[in-house]
């Protein structure tokens, strides 16, 4: 069955950086669109980025902080993340395999297969 583990998380300081992966199995990244998602404690979860054949998205809230990529070679999905700010702790999860190409990149119905999440905790 198709496997997407998130890693990287952690806990860092304002200002900091961190590299999510998403790592995949029985499912080919190169292939398929792609996202990272997030939810913290008490919100809903929202749209962070995402990529498609020669396309990438990003919310308001991320650009020109973070940085989607997808290594095809190790079938392995990123995202960099620069000059972190509290309000972006959160559970943030990969998502991948767009069934639903009619729903635009931040709606999680576009995809088809997710990853557990793995933590992102940023102090003041």
């Known amino acids: 069955q198709v496997q997407l583990v998130e890693s990287g998380g952690g806990s860092v300081q304002a200002g900091g950086s961190l590299r999510l992966s998403c790592a995949a199995s029985r499912f080919t990244v190169s292939n398929y669109c792609m996202g990272w998602f997030r939810q913290a404690p008490g919100k809903e979860r929202e749209g962070v980025a995402a990529i498609n054949v020669g396309s990438t998205s990003y919310a308001d809230s991320v650009k020109g902080r973070f940085t989607i990529s997808k290594d095809n070679a190790k079938n392995t999905l990123y995202l960099q993340m620069n000059n972190l700010k509290p309000e972006d702790t959160a559970m943030y999860y990969c998502?991948?395999?767009?069934?639903?190409?009619?729903?635009?990149?931040?709606?999680?119905?576009?995809?088809?297969?997710w990853g557990r999440g793995t933590q992102v905790t940023v102090s003041s």
């Open positions: 998502a991948g395999g767009c069934a639903n190409l009619d729903r635009p990149w931040y709606e999680g119905l576009r995809y088809t297969y």
